[in-house]
Nanobody, 127 residues
Framework: QVQLVESGGGLVQAGGSLRLSCAASGRTLSRDAIGWFRQAPGKEREFVAAISWGVGNTYYAASVKGRFTIARDNAKNTVFLQMNSLKPEDTAVYYC????????????????????WGQGTQVTVSS
């Protein structure tokens, strides 16, 4: 069973940048889709970005496209989310998740297609 641990969150000024990391352990990532989701207080969890681990296809929410970049490091079994041009609206707890069961090369923006979740890391963007 894969375990996921996020890190890299913090407090930044609007327009600044952060890089989040999601380190996987327990098994190597191979056919998974890895997604980033976020949830602000009182709001529903929303999709941010995803990557197909095996082939590297990526998909972004419209709200972050052009500002955020998702990437993977196969040797480190780690996925990154580079967040640039941050806005106060990006403030949330950010979670990474692994699908585990999608067909090879598939990616998804649906939270219910991800079976393994990290504990989250807080990102706060001040205006």
């Amino acid at each position: 069973q894969v375990q996921l641990v996020e890190s890299g969150g913090g407090l930044v000024q609007a327009g600044g940048s952060l890089r989040l990391s999601c380190a996987a352990s327990g098994r190597t990532l191979s056919r998974d889709a890895i997604g980033w989701f976020r949830q602000a207080p009182g709001k529903e969890r929303e999709f941010v970005a995803a990557i197909s681990w095996g082939v590297g296809n990526t998909y972004y929410a419209a709200s972050v496209k052009g500002r955020f970049t998702i990437a993977r490091d196969n040797a480190k079994n780690t996925v990154f989310l580079q967040m640039n041009s941050l806005k106060p609206e990006d403030t949330a707890v950010y979670y990474c998740a692994a699908s585990g069961g999608l067909p090879y090369g598939s990616i998804s923006s649906r939270a219910n297609e991800y079976g393994f979740w990290g504990q989250g890391t807080q990102v706060t963007v001040s205006s």
